[in-house]
């Protein structure tokens, strides 16, 4: 079985700061890798998602993650972060060989002052 | 195009207690998941319908069971509730039984509150 592992479990940056949120997995066969974000008092929603191609992968708001598969990471960035962007960050692993559901890690939640 | 809706958004229950839990899934979708996501967790797969049928499971006690009717909507039924089963409940669709090119789409869950 796979699992997930999210380092950092709490994030303050100042608006315009770099952002970079670890994730590393265990799993030893191929994987599907996600981030899912939760808005405060909305539904998870998916920001990006890698399954197999060029590891530098882009999602919507100016949002990347990197797969390493050497390191079993899938970290996730973002260059200037916003206020808006303050919500609890989910990353997630699926196996491509059996049932596809994903597991989550715990979340990161990040609170970005203006 | 109505996303995954979810009833009710919030409620409490006493312990011994047995809840049911409802959700429709995004236009389209023929397959739900349910996922337990207890204060400061990821949210935990429970288990998953598709053709009216549970497909696969989670970790979760044979107290923990589904539904999913011909019109793809689905129950979460939960039986002798415990303290430990506070948590937001999330259901989940996707078009076709979960595979690597699937999206899932979340619904705003069900806080359950047991006392």
């Known amino acids: 079985a796979q699992s997930v592992s999210q380092h950092n479990h709490h994030v303050i940056l100042s608006e315009a700061a770099s952002l970079e949120l670890g994730c590393n997995y265990s799993?030893?066969?191929?994987?599907?890798l996600f981030w899912y974000v939760q808005y405060p008092g909305q539904h998870l929603q998916l920001l990006l998602k890698?399954?197999?191609?060029?590891?530098l992968v882009k999602g919507i708001k100016g949002f990347e993650a990197e797969f390493i598969k050497s390191k079993f990471s899938f970290n996730l960035r973002k260059p200037s972060v916003q206020w808006s962007d303050t919500a609890e960050y989910f990353c997630?692993?699926?196996?491509?060989?059996?049932?596809?559901?994903?597991?989550f890690g715990r979340g990161t939640s990040l609170i970005v002052h203006p | 195009d109505a996303g995954v809706t979810q009833s009710p958004t919030h409620l409490i229950k006493t312990r011994g207690q047995q809840v049911t839990l409802r959700c429709s899934p995004k236009?389209?979708?023929?397959?739900v998941s349910w996922y337990q996501q207890a204060l400061g967790q990821g949210p935990q797969f429970i288990f998953q319908?598709?053709?009216?049928?549970?497909?696969q499971r989670g970790n979760f006690p044979d107290r923990f069971s589904g539904h999913q009717f011909p019109n793809y909507s689905s129950e979460l039924n939960v039986n002798a509730l415990l303290l430990g089963d506070s948590a937001l409940y999330l259901c989940?669709?996707?078009?076709?039984?979960?595979?690597?090119?699937?999206?899932?789409?979340f619904g705003e869950g069900s806080w359950l509150t047991v006392v």
């Open positions: 989940a669709s996707s078009r076709g039984r979960t595979t690597s090119g699937n999206t899932i789409y």
């Open positions: 997630a692993v699926s196996s491509t060989g059996g049932s596809y559901i994903p597991t």
């Open positions: 319908y598709y053709e009216e049928e549970e497909r």
């Open positions: 890698y399954f197999s191609g060029d590891p």
């Open positions: 799993y030893g066969g191929t994987v599907n």
């Open positions: 236009s389209g979708h023929d397959t």
